[in-house]
């Protein structure tokens, strides 16, 4: 039933690119848990063990903080219609601000999103694969568009207001550093 790999297959590649959605999940050791589902169009494969994702802006922005001080990081995909499978990537991740000098790069490798605001890149240290059959099918209708909506709106001044308010720290008080002077 459940296998462990030490990079990421063809296979394991195949089924990844084939998920519409996948969730994150980080925390300090004094930390609250995190659990964050991801969407769209913002998950690559970048070689046999590393991975990067684009983050978008939202609510909170504690995989961000997490990820600064214990850079451990859990991405689990789970199959929703066909076979039965989760896949869990381990590994060691870190931030990349838009004011990083890697940003531009990065974030090519990506299609342009309104309120696009870090992307997070995963040393993979252990591809682990289970099966899944009490995981209920759904069907998959459509993204959400309410999200790059409200960030198209707000426009650049908007959504850095935003961050200044709302994303500079962790429910735990834990800095983001997403604003800087070059953001």
Same mark, same amino acid.
């Given at each position: 039933? +459940?296998? /462990?790999?030490?990079?990421?297959?063809?296979?394991? &590649?195949?089924?990844? &690119?084939?998920?519409?959605?996948?969730?994150?999940?980080?925390?300090?050791?004094? $930390?609250?848990?995190?659990? $964050?589902?991801?969407?769209?169009?913002?998950?690559?494969?970048?070689?046999?063990?590393?991975?990067?994702? #684009?983050?978008?802006? +939202?609510?909170?922005?504690?995989?961000?903080?997490?990820? &600064?001080?214990?850079?451990?990081?859990?991405?689990?995909?789970?199959?929703?219609?066909? /076979?039965?499978?989760? #896949?869990?990537?381990?590994?060691?991740?870190r931030v990349i601000h838009k004011n990083d000098q890697e940003w531009e790069k990065?974030?090519?490798?990506?299609?342009?999103?309104?309120?696009?605001? &870090?992307?997070?890149?995963?040393?993979?240290?252990?591809?682990?694969?289970?099966?899944?059959? $009490?995981?209920?099918f759904y069907t998959y209708v459509k993204e959400r568009e309410e999200l790059t909506?409200?960030?198209?709106?707000?426009?650049?001044?908007?959504?850095?207001?935003?961050?200044? /308010?709302?994303?500079?720290?962790?429910?735990?008080?834990?800095?983001?550093?997403?604003? $800087?002077?070059?953001?």
């Amino acid at each position: 039933m +459940g296998k /462990k790999y030490s990079e990421i297959t063809d296979t394991i &590649q195949k089924f990844i &690119q084939e998920q519409k959605i996948f969730f994150v999940g980080t925390a300090t050791a004094d $930390s609250r848990v995190n659990v $964050s589902p991801k969407g769209m169009d913002s998950f690559r494969v970048l070689d046999k063990n590393t991975i990067a994702w #684009l983050n978008v802006t +939202g609510s909170g922005n504690e995989t961000a903080a997490h990820v &600064q001080e214990e850079p451990r990081m859990t991405i689990m995909f789970s199959a929703f219609e066909g /076979k039965p499978r989760i #896949l869990r990537l381990y590994g060691k991740a870190r931030v990349i601000h838009k004011n990083d000098q890697e940003w531009e790069k990065m974030y090519a490798l990506f299609k342009p999103i309104a309120g696009a605001r &870090q992307i997070f890149e995963l040393d993979v240290n252990l591809v682990q694969s289970s099966c899944g059959m $009490s995981v209920p099918f759904y069907t998959y209708v459509k993204e959400r568009e309410e999200l790059t909506s409200w960030a198209a709106k707000e426009g650049d001044e908007g959504i850095k207001e935003y961050w200044e /308010k709302n994303n500079q720290t962790s429910l735990d008080a834990k800095a983001t550093h997403i604003m $800087s002077k070059n953001t």
